[in-house]
Each structure stands twice: as structure tokens, then as C-alpha cells.
């Protein structure tokens, strides 16, 4: 599996749903909002135009949400 965390490198919450995902062999790429429009807009077009917070969680292409929808996803796992 591929989880993409759109986040900022302040996020505590982004560092630690990363690691969630990362101690669940799920392979895990940043994309820092705060960097460029582009990654925003790319947030925003995965999770949707009034997506404000971070994280925002894709896996393997599917959007899943911030922090507690993604622990509730691995522990169906």
C-alpha cells in the first residue's frame, strides 16, 4: 500500500499519522501544502475544495481523511 499526507513541517499530527502509517509497512510520501499552491490544490482535489486542515490522507488512491479516519482504517486492517 501508498499513502500520500498532504501536511506542513510544523504538523505534529502529520508526523505522527506518518508514522502510524509507516509502522504498518505502508509506504508513505509528504506533500508539504505550504510549499506551493500546486501541492494545495492538489490537496484540495483529493479531499475535496473545503478541505482546511492537515493531515489529509490518500491511500492507494483513495481519499481517507486526517488522523483518526486513518487509524480507523488501519485497525480494519
Do not use: H
Amino acid at each position: 500500500m501508498k499513502a500520500i499526507v498532504y501536511g506542513t513541517s510544523k504538523c505534529s499530527w502529520c508526523d505522527k499519522v506518518a508514522n502510524m502509517l509507516g509502522d504498518n509497512e505502508i509506504e508513505v510520501e509528504k506533500i508539504d501544502v505550504s510549499e506551493s499552491k500546486e501541492n494545495l490544490k492538489s490537496m484540495k482535489d483529493a479531499a475535496g475544495k473545503n478541505a482546511t486542515t492537515v493531515p489529509q490522507v490518500v491511500i492507494d488512491g483513495k481519499f481517507v481523511g486526517g488522523y483518526t479516519e486513518v487509524e480507523r482504517f488501519i485497525n480494519r486492517l
